[in-house]
């Protein structure tokens, strides 16, 4: 019987792909195009994914020699891929982004909910409630309506799943900056999945 | 802290949840998600948010994209230049 080989690690993989070993490289492509695709329509949008996509990679090949090992490897490319994302998205300038805050919680003047306990719910049944195709529209556009910076630590966070940890060094911002950001984007989201829904924030 | 409101609970929540809060604030945040039930409907929201907005916006790479990749490094590199 034989024993199927260990998939090499992709720490080794970028080191023969530095080294010139240009099927290592297209490992990485290989291991890494998906998510780096789901990544840059998420930061983007579904039209610019595509040239994200081409230039992270790139990128990726012209400073391998540059990855030290200092961070996990996927944490190096979604930071390449991030600011390539960036990058697009002010080469294309982009429609001004309009204010989210409404759809922050309201409170009292002493500090309790404003909204009662059903409509503070809601939020958690919008996926039931509202059609797939139209949710998937508006999920995409509500993102891309996010100020940048929220955008991206809410997108690395939540949608890709990154440990805070590794966000921060994804994007070289403190934990507690990570956390903050996130937060503010849960909130807003939150209150416009509601909306959604049909509630209040 | 033995009493907090609603709102220092919301501002809160994010370092409760991911564990970094001093103990004894975050047993007073518990405490008072306990009793409220309006905290208790916000942190369910709160939680789900992130779950419902992942699912709604994945994708898959289509393979014309894959494709166009593949040629475009093709162009600007020596690899996927083997047949």
Redesign the interface.
């Known amino acids: 019987m034989e024993v199927p080989a260990a998939e090499p690690s992709d720490e080794t993989l970028a080191a023969r792909a530095a080294a010139g070993d240009d099927s290592a490289f297209e490992a990485i492509v290989e291991r890494y195009q998906a998510r780096v695709f789901r990544l840059a329509c998420r930061l983007t949008s579904d039209t610019e994914a595509p040239d994200v996509l081409q230039d992270t990679f790139l990128q990726v090949y012209r400073h391998l020699s540059t990855f030290r090992g200092d961070s996990q490897f996927g944490t190096w490319l979604y930071r390449i891929a991030t600011n390539a994302a960036l990058m697009h998205r002010r080469a294309t300038s982009r429609r001004p982004s309009d204010s989210l805050e409404v759809y922050m919680p309201q409170f009292d003047a002493d500090g309790r909910h404003a909204a009662t306990p059903a409509e503070l719910q809601v939020a958690s049944c919008a996926d039931e409630m509202i059609d797939r195709q139209v949710l998937a529209k508006k999920a995409r556009d509500v993102v891309a309506r996010l100020p940048d910076l929220y955008r991206e630590a809410f997108v690395l966070r939540d949608l890709e799943e990154m440990s805070t940890a590794h966000v921060a060094q994804a994007l070289g911002i403190e934990p507690a900056t990570v956390r903050q950001r996130v937060h503010r984007a849960r909130l807003m989201l939150r209150g416009y999945l509601g909306e959604l829904a049909g509630a209040k924030p | 802290m033995n009493h907090i409101?609603?709102?220092?609970g919301?501002d809160l929540?994010?370092?409760f949840l991911?564990g970094?809060l001093p103990a004894e604030v975050n047993a007073a945040l518990e405490t008072h998600v306990a009793g409220c039930?309006?905290?208790?409907?916000?942190v369910?929201?709160?939680q789900?948010?992130?779950r419902?907005?992942?699912?709604?916006?994945?994708?898959?790479?289509p393979p014309d994209?894959?494709a166009?990749?593949r040629a475009?490094?093709r162009e600007?590199?020596?690899?996927?230049?083997?047949p």
């Open positions: 409101a609603c709102e220092t919301v929540l994010m370092d991911e970094v039930e309006r905290c208790t409907a916000f369910a929201s709160y789900a948010t992130p419902i907005m992942r699912e709604a916006t994945a994708s898959t790479l994209v894959e166009s990749l475009f490094l600007r590199t020596t690899a996927f230049n083997k």
